[in-house]
């Protein structure tokens, strides 16, 4: 296939690098910054392009990975006659915004892959979606090259994993920076907890989270949770989540 | 050591097990369940009891290894004339309620231990409190030859590393489930998130939290932010859960 990777960054970069691995011509990377198109394309053996106007029109595949509010405005300056597919790689963002190309679906990593970091790029689910039958079929036969992990999802479903991702993810990081906090503030530090937290990430990759739940909420121990809502009198923002996260166990357990 | 050891759950066992491997003696196993104490006291080279009334008065430590719950209750019983040092287990319960002792004190594991799972005690942290200078003295010196992770924590202390647990371990895996239901709802499998999840706990084992900080709050991309709390909109918990949690990350960003 021919490709034009429109994007410098973390996905581009991966993606690229992969596609290039498996035989495909990356014919053009664009990016406004110009030292990291070059740096790119030098990777992929391709040429470096800072303005869409010099935009190769032939490709089989444009692939949109910029960040996600750029996606929009980069799209509105693509010509709409292309022929090639036209794909982003957001969680957030409708296959719709796509809508005026010919062919155009989404290839989308639930996963944050950092530019210098190795990537097992084959291990990395991908979520595929295409505007029509044969285009769908064509990008998951695609994705499914690049990894075992792909799978069809639409953007309902591609919207339910990104949100279900920053609650896995980032809001377990979160959590993890409140304990931080509160044990610092103590003066103990925060090695006492690390074990338990990585035990807890490891016990639900055999167990359904509902299984493993433990603590003063699944207990039903009322005195301890009114003793930590006591210590926590002082932070209201954190008062709030512990008491909200405690309704979210008592009711799990309920149901 | 002459210990008795009141309680024959998941603390008494490992701690039993423990002491009793280093040496000590471990006179009787009391618990009100005859099954268990037998069970444990067999494993222990030691005697069951079922009633306070026959615990030997002559012991140097009284392990009060029972549920939070049953700690005032257990201790009550017991006559205030011993001369041997009385501790609980308990993070969330204040050393004063032992108070009608002459030498009492705290051993409190931040880690739960499974009756029935193998674990590395010389691995787990232990913090130690007593009542004046020599009993924690020698609580501690007997908490460092159960493990190289044995430290002092105060009344005050041993709350907050309790709290501190309560986000890190038991909220984590509550998100973990509020994902798994909003995969599971649209028809997507939990797999998808699981090697994310580990890697987000593996991260803060070697960076503070903050600066692993990912996703849309962090990036101030309110766009996404918007479109999850529509998705949301149908669960007013899990919408309030991520509002509190965006800000939470949002504050921590601008301090």
Known sequence: MNIVLLGSGNIATHLGR????????VLQVFSRNQVNAIALASLLESSPITALGDMDQTADLY?????????????QQLPSSLKGIVVHCSGATDISLLSRFTAFGVIYPPQSMHKHSEVRIDQIPFGVEGNDAGTTALLLRL????SSQAFLCDSRQRLALHTAAVFANNFTNA?????????TAHKLSFDLLKPIIVDTALKI???LPHEV????????????IEKHLQFLSENPLWLKIYQQLTEEITRT???
């Open 18 to 25: 992969a596609f290039h691995g498996l035989g495909h011509r």
């Open 63 to 75: 692939i949109l990975a910029v960040a996600d509010h750029a996606i929009a405005h980069v799209a």
């Open 143 to 146: 994705a499914q090259t690049l």
């Open 175 to 183: 959590l993890y920076g409140i304990s931080y906090n509160i044990l």
């Open 205 to 207: 990759q055999h167990h």
């Open 213 to 224: 739940q433990t603590g003063p909420a699944v207990r039903g121990d009322y005195e301890t």
């Open 253 to 255: 357990k309920e149901s």
